[in-house]
């Protein structure tokens, strides 16, 4: 049984969470870092825009929510814009998988399928339609590399970045989405945000998705996670990088 590092949930800045995991994606392709799950909050509010989307509305430069500004961020990683509030996102960096890029999502994705399962909510990949290219909003429409409820809403959006034989997948999952919020940034979004059949909320709804998630991935994957926070250490060679 392999063992993975698991790192506590952490709350930070767009800029530093990207930082953070190409850092652990690039301490993994040289040999130097273990597979690792994480699971982070972006605070403030932001939006992470793909690493090729360059086309997104002015308007986004002067977002404030709560009387502060909303960061845009460009992730790592490929994809449309994904407003990060009311989130939690997960960071998984591996390697050796042999599939194709679509194998290897879904490879990677069978944990949170499991994990969402036994929190009696069902989740099937998503179809783009032929507007996804033009759509800014990555949660506006569901690849088959997104995961979908029941009802068609979207309640995960993955996207994947790739060292040599390293990957690195993260993805927001909506947990508490502000509907008034959505729908300015995202124009009528709120219809499609999702509906949790949960009772708890916050801090507990947060504690509860990682618990189930990580004791999936262990079943999943069949490894052994260890909880290492980051080291001080760690955290200079990280913000050396942030720069």
């Keep these: 049984m392999k063992t993975w590092r698991l790192i506590p949930l952490i709350q930070a800045s767009g800029q530093m969470q990207m930082a953070i995991d190409q850092w652990l994606l690039k301490q993994h392709a040289s040999g130097d870092h ?3 799950l994480r699971f982070y909050t972006w605070s403030p509010v932001a939006i992470s825009l793909g690493y090729h989307q360059h086309r997104y509305p002015d308007e986004w430069k002067q977002l404030s929510w709560h009387g502060k500004p909303i960061e845009l961020v460009r992730r790592p990683s490929g994809g449309r814009a994904v407003l990060h509030q009311g989130d939690l996102t997960y960071a998984v960096i591996t390697s050796g998988l042999s599939g194709n890029r679509m194998q290897d ?3 990677i994705c069978e944990f ?7 929190l009696n909510v069902d989740l099937h990949y998503g179809q783009a339609g032929r507007n996804y290219i033009q759509n800014p909003n990555c949660f506006g429409t569901a690849t088959v590399a997104d995961l979908v409820m029941s009802d068609g809403a979207k309640l995960i959006g993955s996207a994947q970045l790739r060292q040599g034989n390293a990957i690195l997948q993260h993805g927001s999952m909506r ?3 502000d509907e008034e919020l959505f729908d300015r940034v995202f124009d009528n979004e709120s219809a499609n945000l999702p509906n949790l059949p949960l009772s708890m909320q916050g801090e507990a709804l ?3 998705v990682i618990e189930t998630l990580v004791q999936s991935a262990s079943d999943c994957f069949d490894i052994h996670l260890e909880s ?11 913000q050396a990088t942030n720069v």
């Design 34 to 36: 273990p597979p690792t």
């Design 112 to 118: 949170l399928i499991e994990g969402w399962r036994s």
């Design 228 to 238: 290492q926070p980051l080291t001080e250490t760690e955290w200079h060679a990280i």
């Design 105 to 107: 999502y879904q490879a």
């Design 206 to 208: 947060i504690q509860t």
């Design 175 to 177: 947990l508490e989405p």
